[in-house]
């Protein structure tokens, strides 16, 4: 079977920084894919890790270790917009599987 | 460049009654994705095509869910007859060479009743 695990909720204040972690077990992994949703909105890619080690990209940086079946997304300088819903995704050869998200609530 | 376009953005219709969801993708992007949003969760993959093919159909309900994408460009993911238990957002999403990296349409609210 396939299961990725993600925290459900993350509270943090403006200006601090956060980590969501993911872990995940399936056949056939090919990388980790990360995606961001506000309410109401449609997810939008965030960065994806195909080997393992640190991709960064602006304030977001993703992690991937693969021989222990985990990754995380850091935020950094967190900002009253970074309030979303963040989905971990597995690359199961030519699909994603989704995990069933982080709320991430940015506190004043 | 245009994104993904859905339509309708909401919908409600009573159970047991049909509802039809229309998804134009990315320009050039072959491969095309329904996914299923119910409340609090990951979406989940419906069907997948590749041009007007499909690769994974296998989450699909396909005793009351269809899909199609003729020509190999816009498509359309049916529900007949629709159940409570359906009420969710249905996603359209598509990508150009590689899964990782998805275009997520707005969304059909869809509320049985």
């Known amino acids: 079977g396939q299961s990725l695990e993600q925290p459900s909720e993350v509270t943090a204040v403006e200006g601090a920084i956060v980590q969501i972690n993911c872990t995940y077990q399936t056949s056939g992994f090919y990388g980790l894919s990360w995606y961001q949703q506000h309410d109401g909105g449609a997810p939008t890619f965030l960065s994806y890790n195909a080997l393992d080690g640190l991709e960064e990209t602006g304030r977001f940086s993703s992690f991937l270790s693969r021989s222990d079946s985990y990754g995380y997304l850091l935020l950094q300088e967190l900002q009253m917009k970074d309030s979303a819903s963040y989905f971990c995704a597995v690359r199961n050869t030519g699909k994603l599987i989704f995990g069933q998200g982080t709320t991430l609530q940015v506190k004043p | 460049e245009a994104g993904v376009a859905q339509s309708p953005r909401y919908k409600i219709i009573e159970k047991r009654q049909s509802v039809a969801f229309w998804c134009n993708p990315i320009s050039g992007h072959a491969t095309l994705y329904w996914y299923q949003q119910i409340l609090g969760q990951g979406p989940k993959l419906l069907i997948q095509?590749?041009?007007?093919?499909?690769?994974?159909d296998s989450q699909l309900p396909k005793d009351r869910f269809s899909a199609e994408r003729l020509k190999g460009v816009d498509s359309t993911l049916k529900i007949q007859p629709a159940k409570l238990e359906d009420s969710a957002v249905y996603l359209c999403?598509?990508?150009?060479?590689?899964?990782?990296?998805?275009?997520f349409g707005p969304g059909t609210r869809l509320t049985v009743t």
């Open positions: 999403a598509s990508s150009h060479r590689s899964p990782h990296e998805q275009y």
């Open positions: 095509f590749q041009n007007n093919g499909v690769v994974d």
